[in-house]
């Protein structure tokens, strides 16, 4: 089992930065393929971005394509999403996820264990 905490949610203006973070613990952080989704009011689950065991394969959703980047400390069992040039619709409850497959990450249902949620909000 991993257990996953989420950290640095706030309030930001339209193009601005944040950097989230993921501790875990349990299990061999190294083992897990971590993932990043959101969920505004009203909306479904969406995923974000996703990131390999070593590292070394990343994905995002279209959405925040050039504006996201997704990154691991293996050492530190932490996983990081650092949003660039954020957007009102960007607002939502941040959530970190891990599993132990690559295949099937863009579905919510793929993934084993989440964390609580940390809230981003964006104002115009």
């Known amino acids: 089992q991993v257990q996953l905490v989420e950290s640095g949610g706030g309030l930001v203006q339209a193009g601005g930065s944040l950097r989230l973070s993921c501790a875990a613990s349990?299990?061999?952080?190294?083992?897990?393929?971590m993932g990043w989704f959101r969920q505004a009011p009203g909306k479904e689950r969406e995923f974000v971005a996703a990131?390999?065991?070593?590292?070394?394969?990343?994905r995002y959703a279209d959405s925040v394509k050039g504006r996201f980047t997704i990154s691991r400390d293996n050492a530190e069992n932490t996983v990081y999403l650092r949003m660039n040039s954020l957007k009102p619709e960007d607002t939502a409850t941040y959530y970190c996820?891990?599993?132990?497959?690559?295949?099937?990450?863009?579905?919510?249902?793929?993934?084993?264990?989440w964390g609580q949620g940390t809230q981003v909000t964006v104002s115009s």
């Open positions: 996820a891990a599993d132990t497959r690559w295949s099937g990450i863009a579905t919510t249902k793929h993934w084993g264990y």
């Open positions: 349990g299990r061999a952080f190294s083992t897990y393929t």
């Open positions: 990131i390999s065991r070593s590292g070394d394969s990343t």
